[in-house]
Structures are given as C-alpha cells and as structure tokens.
C-alpha cells in the first residue's frame, strides 16, 4: 500500500499576525518595547528634547526681533486699501425683527457687546458711551427697546483708518444720513407710512474734533450716531388689509440705507463721499395676523 502524504497543518495568519505585533509592542525575551531597549529609548528621548527645545528656542527669537520692530501706535505699513464704510462692528447690530423674538435677541446682545467696548475703552479721548443721546442710550429701557411696541435704535460710526482724515479739503460738519432704500431684492418697503426714524444729534459724527484717527490710545473709538426706529403697528395692519398680493410682497420689511456726508447738515447743501461704503439696515415687520 502507497504511503499516504503527511499533513502540515498551518497556523492562521491573522492570530499569527496579532501575536507578531503584540511581540513588537513588548518583547518579553529581549525586554523591548516597539522595538527598542530601555536605553535606546533615552537617547531618542533626549535627541528629540534637544531639537525641538532648539526649534521653539528659535522660533521664540524669531518672534521677539519681529515684535520689537512694530510701533503699537501706528502701523508698519499704512495704506488705505479698503474704503472707508459706515459701520459698527457688530453684524447682528444691523438687524431689528419684530417677527423673531431669537433674531430680536440677538440684536440686542449685539448691542451690550458695543456698549461694554465703548465702557472698557482705555483713553481719556474719543467717544463714550455717556454721549449716545438719552433716548438710546439706556438699553435695558422698555421705552426706547421693545418688542412688542416695535421700536429700537440702531448705531452707526466710521470704521477707523489710521491716519484719515474724512474732514481733509472738506467744510462744513461729518454726519451720516439715511433713507430709505428698496434693498438688494427689491422688496424693501419706501413708503415712509409705516417706519418711521430720527437720526438723533443730527448724525453728528464730530468730525473736527476725533479725526485724523491714529490710535485707541490717542483718539480713543470712533463716535456712534444714534437713530430711533418706530413700527406704526396700525398702519402696518390696516396697509395689509387693502394691499393686494403683489403689494404685500412689499409689506414685510423697511431698509435704510444710511452714507457719510459733510456740508450744513442737510441733503441739499451737503456732499456725499463717493468712495465710502454705506450701511444698510433692515427693518423686518412683525409677521400678518392673517393672510
């Protein structure tokens, strides 16, 4: 009888694998761990402390050389490359809803955060919060902010640019003036019947005395101009009943468009700067009762 062929039963790759890697983590034998002994691993410990406690070293020079190169008064290189804009840098700042209670909200916390910089501002110069007119200038006020009676204050300034002087071969006074505008998609409401605003002190903005604007330090932040906003609710609701579908489109929001301008202080006997951005506000009516 032939003889038969003996078979060699092979081990299964993946627990021979699993085992060969646990023996690669801790080898019992030669006493290493991934691969290394105990002072193998002291000397790379110590290599890579050495190299990376040269790098931040390094780095840490770097930084310093540079730092003591910049004025913190004025800047390293200064050029006007953005244009000036009628701003406040808060973008929830420019938005009333009196249909959404959260976009309300955050609206004014939005507003506590400009107050707080305009109280925590280190200079003796520049504009204060105790020189926002008194109807806005308490914002906890159920007069001057409120919901459900539908009315607010927005604050606008000029964004600083260092050095720039609005006021250079101009005469007259810095103010900012609004009115309303159709807005981006056209469906702003610019009757006039419904919205009402005042622009308080005249949009002032003080323009020979704050500027040319160097520094927080120096000028201190820029002046705020105030305007109230009010929502007759009656008229809202009585436009809508006799609006047709097509009118209502134009029933659900207000914008102002508010731009920088210097002369005697009204429209006609005053420039705009051409180059400034202006800002656009929005007024969003509480939502119909009915359809």
């Not at 906003?229 to 468009?257: G, V």
Request: aromatic share 12%; proline share 3%.
């Amino acid at each position: 009888m032939a003889d038969e062929g003996v078979k060699v039963k092979e081990p299964n790759k993946y627990i021979q694998g699993l085992k060969d890697f646990a023996r690669f983590l801790y080898n019992p034998d030669d006493k290493t761990v991934f691969g290394r002994g105990g002072v193998s691993w002291a000397k790379i410990s110590l290599f890579y402390l050495i190299f990376y406690s040269c790098l931040a070293g390094f780095f840490a020079i770097n930084m310093q050389v540079m730092m003591m190169t910049l004025d913190e008064e004025k800047p390293t290189i200064v050029g006007r490359t953005n244009k000036p804009a009628v701003a406040i840098n808060q973008g929830e700042a420019y938005e009333m809803n009196f249909g959404d209670n959260d976009v309300w909200k955050a609206y004014t916390a939005a507003l506590e955060l400009v107050k707080k910089e305009y109280d925590e501002v280190n200079s003796t110069a520049g504009f204060k919060w105790d020189m926002v007119p008194d109807h806005c200038r308490d914002l906890k006020s159920t007069i001057a902010y409120n919901f459900d009676d539908m009315t607010g204050c927005f604050f606008l300034g000029l964004n600083r640019l260092y050095g720039y002087d609005p006021m250079s071969n101009r005469t007259g006074k810095l103010f900012i003036s609004c009115d309303y505008d159709i807005g981006i998609a056209g469906d702003g409401d610019m009757s006039g019947d419904i919205t009402s605003f005042t622009i308080l002190n005249e949009g002032d903005l003080n323009g020979e005395t704050f500027y040319p604007w160097t520094s927080k330090a120096s000028n201190g932040l820029q002046p705020l101009v105030a305007i109230n906003i009010t929502i007759d609710a009656a008229q809202l609701e009585s436009l809508r009943n006799s609006a047709t579908d097509e009118e209502k489109k134009k029933l659900k929001k207000a914008f102002l468009k508010c731009e920088l301008m210097s002369g005697d202080g009204t429209k006609e006997g005053s420039d705009t700067f051409e180059d400034a951005q202006a800002a656009l506000l929005t007024i969003t009516y509480p939502f119909p009762t009915s359809d």
